[in-house]
């Protein structure tokens, strides 16, 4: 009886074993893992700090673009007409200018 029990706890001491190598080997895969996904989420914070970069570049850029474009709009509202008049010895003369750079003369002469 006593070399059944001695050959019983045998058995159960290399079970044990054998589930203690599969344990180690399931954790090193894990821990293989893991170092893999920190490299992956290290790479991605890279690019997401690089691409958030961009994105204030481009904010800018755009904040930039509509106040020229507004600039621009103040300008050629500013621009709609421009006119000029000038009195010349009893004459009378009126220059019109409108964006597109339609020149309009108005001539009067006074009657002395």
Known sequence: ML???????????????TSLREVEKARLEARRELQELRRQVKLLDGERNKLGSEVNELQTRVARDEEKEEESRKENFGLKQVTAKYNLKGCSVTISIDPWRQYTFQYCRSVV
């Open 3 to 17: 070399e059944e029990q001695k050959a019983a706890i045998t058995k159960e001491a290399s079970d044990l074993r």
